[in-house]
């Protein structure tokens, strides 16, 4: 009578690797295929979730947390999307939240594969190099490379899958177990990452670049040699930092975003930087009439039409789609409770994940170090970039998340345990 509740639990369990792993392999190289990953992963987990043969382990109750933020930010958007009234397809973005809910209790369950995961990310990063070549230096997107998200988005994201390679990289190292195949995949992955990061001129991501190294250099170096670690990479962030700015790409993305602030200074707010400038002073006057109801988008549109009606920089503003800054945006429609619940999910992921840096878990200790990074990376990147306000970045955020939360929670992972096999 058990043996059909195995192969069950074997199928669903499969299907979690694999929607995870498809999932960060495809994100950056294809249009939709990361959607199709992210619903078998959904289809998977909603099935381990439903299966009494499979017990949660006993460490899920730290979930309880961010169970009940994940919830709140859902039953926030849901209240401001019922009292303004909004489209149906407003409910679309606020919905993942929820759905994280039930992934997250099946991976309380689940038989996890590390080894998969990381290998993903090698494979998600060193995917996106066709996207580099084929776009790199076109007139299209002024030599950028946009990818199929956009180039702050494929930028930002292709730094974290190279910063995910290397920590399993140093992993590696510290665990003292080489495996010159991962290793090498691995050490490709981190430098494609990076590459890609560097084509898509994305500089927010830059600006966390160096917080997300920190974090590394304070993981895993000696306890012994820290003093003379952190000094060797100082002074190496140093030396690449004067390599870069004689990359003419990198000395153009400085000198235009030099130029776009003194151009909005002089009162031309048609560049890159001024129209966020300004963007972000129209809807600070639009938040602070409306501070705790927000805006429908609606509202907004017109709200904006008649604050710039005047203004010379009216065409800029109003041809902008978003704030291009997510913690505006989420105020200006979400109110100050929206803002309040994703700073506290920002906060309580950090937390909970840099106080574990130093766990003697190897698994525990390299999903700690990639969730604080993923925190830290998405925190600064939110400032120019309404990361969780697309589709494909929202998922990446919060599958990332998931993944290293649960792996950083529970022991039960395929290189540990074998329990599901022997039911």
């Known amino acids: ?10 199928y669903a369990n499969l299907g979690i690797n694999l929607g995870f792993s498809l999932f960060f392999a495809s994100i950056l190289s294809t249009r939709n295929v990361y959607a199709i990953a992210a619903g078998l992963l959904l289809v998977s987990s909603l099935a381990l979730c439903f299966l009494r043969s499979l017990q949660p382990n006993p460490a899920s109750s730290f979930n309880k947390g961010l169970y009940v933020l994940l919830l709140l930010i859902f039953l926030n958007g849901l209240a401001m999307w019922l009292y303004h009234g909004d489209a149906v397809r407003q409910l679309d973005l606020i919905s993942r939240y929820l759905l994280l809910l039930p992934i997250l209790y099946a991976l309380s369950k689940a038989t996890l594969k590390p080894d998969w995961i990381s290998a993903s990310f090698a494979l998600g990063s060193l995917s996106s190099l066709w996207l580099v070549y084929a776009q790199l230096g076109g007139e299209l997107h002024n030599g950028r490379v946009y990818g199929y998200t956009g180039a702050i988005q494929f930028g930002n994201i292709a730094l974290l899958l190279g910063l995910f390679c290397l920590t399993a990289l140093l992993a590696q190292w510290h665990a ?19 590459f890609a990061s560097l084509a898509s001129g994305s500089r927010g991501g830059w600006i966390a670049l160096p917080l997300a190294l920190a974090i590394l250099i304070i993981a895993y170096a000696p306890k012994r040699y820290a003093v003379r670690s952190i000094t060797s990479c100082v002074l190496a962030a140093i030396l690449a930092g004067a390599l870069l700015t004689q990359s003419s790409f990198v000395q153009e993305r400085y000198q235009l975003a030099a130029q776009d602030i003194t151009q909005f200074q002089e009162g031309n707010a048609n560049t890159s930087i001024g129209a966020r400038l300004a963007i972000w002073q129209a809807n600070w006057e639009l938040i602070k009439q409306r501070p705790i109801v927000a805006w429908s988008d609606a509202e907004h549109q017109k709200a904006l039409e008649q604050l710039t009606q005047n203004r010379a920089d009216a065409p800029i503003i109003l041809g902008l789609a978003n704030s291009h800054n997510n913690y505006i945006e989420t105020w200006l429609h979400f109110g100050i409770s929206g803002l309040f619940l994703l700073v506290s999910l920002f906060v309580f992921c950090f937390f909970n994940f840099i106080k574990n840096i130093f766990h003697n878990n190897p698994i525990k200790k390299q999903s700690a170090i990639n969730g604080s990074i993923l925190v830290v990376v998405y925190s600064i990147s939110n400032l120019t970039q309404n990361m969780m306000e697309r589709n494909n970045t929202l998922l990446f955020f919060l599958l990332a998340l998931s993944i290293f939360w649960s792996l950083m929670s529970f022991s039960k992972t ?8 022997k039911q």
């Open 176 to 194: 003292k177990e080489f495996k010159r195949g991962l290793a090498s995949l691995y050490a490709l992955g981190a430098l494609a990452g990076l």
């Open 1 to 10: 009578m058990q043996r059909p509740s195995f192969h069950f639990a074997a």
């Open 414 to 421: 395929a290189n540990t345990h074998a329990s599901l096999s």
